[in-house]
Nanobody
């Protein structure tokens, strides 16, 4: 059983910053990748950022230079620092962990991020 617990998020003005965190727990976690997805209002879920076990980082073009993903492998946590936030960043953000030989995906509960003045 894998459990992901997210924290952070909320309401922020344009240009502001927020930090999201996610902690994974469970037995025999063989994590290949940790990341963040988001679902903007009325749109499909999209990848925001991800980081592999080897430290390779991947970002959506729309967040490059503004968002930074980091990971603590010892604690099985992943964080997303979001700076220079824009109204179009408004979405429900989901933590994602990809595990094991078959790259099984597990999801956090989701957290709302709203960027508005």
């Amino acid at each position: 059983q894998v459990r992901l617990v997210q924290s952070g998020g909320g309401l922020v003005q344009p240009g502001g910053s927020l930090r999201l965190s996610c902690a994974a727990s469970g037995s025999d976690l063989s994590i290949n990748r940790m990341g963040w997805y988001r679902r903007p209002p009325g749109k499909e879920r999209e990848l925001v950022a991800a980081i592999t076990t080897g430290g390779y980082r991947d970002y959506a073009d729309s967040v490059k230079g503004r968002f930074t993903i980091s990971r603590d492998s010892a604690k099985n946590t992943v964080s997303l620092q979001m700076n220079s936030l824009k109204p179009e960043d408004t979405a429900v953000y989901y933590c994602n962990v990809r595990l094991g030989t078959w790259n099984n995906d597990y999801w956090g509960q989701g957290t709302q991020v709203t960027v508005s003045s």
